[in-house]
């Protein structure tokens, strides 16, 4: 197929792309319905998680604390700007997993008496906090001529912002230790949501790219920082992938009729969905990554590693 890619019809070309779409489609499928039959591992067992950003039902925050309580999580704080679907989500995880306690707020993660307060409330109730989840953000669609001063900064507030003061205290807070609820020595997984428009041009807006990129930067400095601590910091910067924040563009494309399109510029040839974003966090925040620091990791198909896919074409 791949030799003869230069010599096909349109009807051959148009074949193709509906097989692609159809095996991507029940590839996601099975992605977002993994955990109805996958085995709880207990990777994450007894660990106290604070996670910013859970308020999307398509989300990567709402996935992630899903796939945090299947792997065994003691206690889940929960933390979205917006709490009209957080009631939802607590009864979720506690329906499914009723050995997980649930804690659910109201909270802008870029204020930081909110988040000191959060990570102080897990030290005071549970004696201990492992990992932080700053997932929190907004994505603009402005041009840079249509970008205004006060808009770049609220970008860079609720992306970045938000980081660094997750950073600052939750490291504070891994540095405590309580033998009495078993942690003896100090530690934990800081992992922050960047993007692939924080590695590369071309993927985002000005504001949102640079506001990502700074995340980028925030993990790799805090890590410097943090050293010898056994304190972790590492950003996951995703590329397309089907969240609220995304959803006009995947709503346009199927009202199109192009669905099977989103994502091709990627070698994989398709977009992602929350729950393999939640996959990555879950690697960062167990101790299979325990030799990972101060590392921005791409879950974007491939994307930031190559030129944009172009049929036909191999360099």
Same mark, same amino acid.
């Given at each position: 197929?791949? /030799? #003869?890619?230069?010599? $096909?019809?349109? *009807?051959? @070309? ?5 097989? %692609?779409?159809?095996? !991507? +489609? ?99 109730? /549970? #004696?201990?906090?492992? $990992?932080?989840? *700053?997932? @929190? ?5 402005? %041009?840079?001529?249509? !970008? +205004? ?109 192009? @669905? ?56």
């Amino acid at each position: 197929m791949v /030799e #003869g890619l230069y010599n $096909i019809t349109r *009807a051959q @070309a148009k074949s193709i792309e509906d097989n %692609h779409f159809k095996r !991507t +489609t029940e590839r996601i499928q099975q992605l977002q319905s993994q955990l109805d039959s996958a085995p709880r591992t207990g990777k994450l067992k007894d660990k106290v998680c604070i996670i910013t950003g859970v308020g999307s039902l398509k989300g990567i925050g709402r996935a992630t604390a899903i796939l945090f309580a299947h792997e065994g999580a003691r206690h889940l704080y929960l933390l979205d700007f917006d709490p009209t679907n957080l009631p939802d989500l607590k009864a979720n995880i506690e329906s499914k997993y009723p050995d997980v306690k649930v804690t659910t707020a109201k909270a802008d993660a870029a204020d930081e008496d909110t988040i000191s307060g959060v990570c102080e409330q897990a030290l005071r109730e /549970e #004696g201990r906090l492992d $990992i932080f989840f *700053a997932n @929190a953000g907004i994505a603009t669609k402005d %041009h840079l001529a249509n !970008t +205004t001063a006060e808009a770049f900064m609220k970008v860079m507030r609720v992306n970045a912002l938000s980081c660094f003061i997750a950073v600052k205290h939750a490291s504070t807070a891994m540095l405590k230790t309580n033998p009495s609820r078993g942690k003896s020595l100090s530690g934990g997984s800081i992992i922050l949501t960047a993007s692939v428009a924080g590695l590369r041009s071309g993927a985002g807006t000005v504001d949102y790219s640079a506001s990502k990129a700074a995340v980028n930067s925030i993990a790799k400095n805090s890590a410097y920082q943090l050293q010898k601590s056994d304190i972790r910091v590492n950003t996951i910067c995703p590329g397309l992938i089907e969240t609220g924040m995304t959803t006009d563009t995947f709503d346009y494309a199927r009202q199109r009729g192009s @669905a099977g399109k989103i994502g091709q510029l990627n070698p994989l040839g398709r977009f992602g969905v929350s729950q393999e974003i939640a996959n990555a966090a879950l690697f960062l925040a167990s101790d299979d990554s325990s030799y990972v620091n101060g590392q921005n990791i791409a879950v974007d198909g491939g994307l930031s590693s190559s030129h944009p896919v172009v049929p036909g074409r191999w360099a």
